[in-house]
């Protein structure tokens, strides 16, 4: 099922696109923002395979998104509990959910709307710059190479290129 | 490949997952804001199979994400064109790579950080309430069925549960 891995590429995208493994990763995450813990209860809000289910669950205990952890003694039964860095996950989810929102919702409006108890309003995700507060845009931001980039790639001069390295000006319209 | 069509859920994340298709999706989008338009570009900066490549690029210009354009008449050769919902879709992909740099990067530090030229600063993404501007984290937004939720849905027992809809107080604790 899995192809190609993209965790040792030098971009978090692919990072974290090889960390959730497939799309139904998110959905149980989902599930885990709403509440759900114990697998059977997975199974039913989903309708997924079972053993889909179960591989996606241990990969999301195995890369720290997860806990499992008992919640009864005899017999022995488990649940799968948030941890902090899943918990941090909720963002990008509420930055797809706004997409969609946006984009794939029909006449009637969002199938969902977030009630934000912090400030006791319904409110939708933006995605905005941590230094300035206001919205990205695509048009507004260059990626460049960071202090994890590997060095040995930033001789290639297709990398070179793809960052502008050697351009006069800054990155140039495409 | 495909398996579930997540398309008629009554959940904007759901429905974004469906029109991606797969976690190539985004690195094929992830490219488009690198500045790549031609087939062959793609397929070099992704080590992506053609076919896979062809399918993905076909998805996205069904869906609306890119436009297919005509560059070069003699022989017609085709480049592939972000359009507003494409664009669009930069901040989802902001926001996981937020996650990434969180979570994945090595000691070293991010791979790779973004200017922001609006306001000239180096700058992360960050998800946002619209209506507060704060923060968004997942233990301050409770989910609500939204105008486009089907009415039929409302009365069964566990959409009623998954949403608190007959708990006398807010959202408890999970």
Redesign the interface.
């Known amino acids: 099922m899995r192809r ?1 891995s ?1 965790a040792n590429w ?8 090889d ?2 493994g ?2 139904w990763t ?2 149980v995450l ?1 599930e885990c ?3 759900v ?1 114990r697998f059977d209860e997975f199974q ?2 989903l ?2 395979a079972r053993n889909t289910l179960s591989d996606r669950l241990k990969r999301l205990v195995e890369v ?1 998104l997860l806990e499992k952890r008992v919640y009864e003694t005899q017999p022995v039964r488990h649940e799968y509990v ?1 941890t902090a ?1 899943g ?20 006449q ?12 006791d ?30 060095a040995r790639l930033l001789t290639r001069p ?1 990398v070179r290129a ?1 960052f502008h390295l050697d351009d006069p000006a ?1 990155a140039p319209e ?1």
Chains 1, 2 share one sequence.
Do not use: K, M
């Not at 030098?10 to 696109?17: G, V, W």
């Open positions: 190609t993209f030098p971009c978090s995208i692919a990072r974290t696109i960390v959730l497939d799309w998110p959905l989902r923002f709403y509440g813990r039913q809000q309708g997924i720290g948030l860095s918990r941090d996950f909720f963002p990008v989810l509420a930055a797809l959910n706004a997409w969609g929102d946006r984009h794939l919702a029909d009637d409006g969002p199938p969902i709307v977030f009630h934000h108890t912090a400030c309003h319904d409110g939708e995700a933006e995605v905005v710059c941590t230094h300035c507060r206001a919205p990205l845009h695509a048009d507004d931001v260059v990626p460049r190479p960071g202090p994890g980039y590997p297709d793809r800054p495409s």
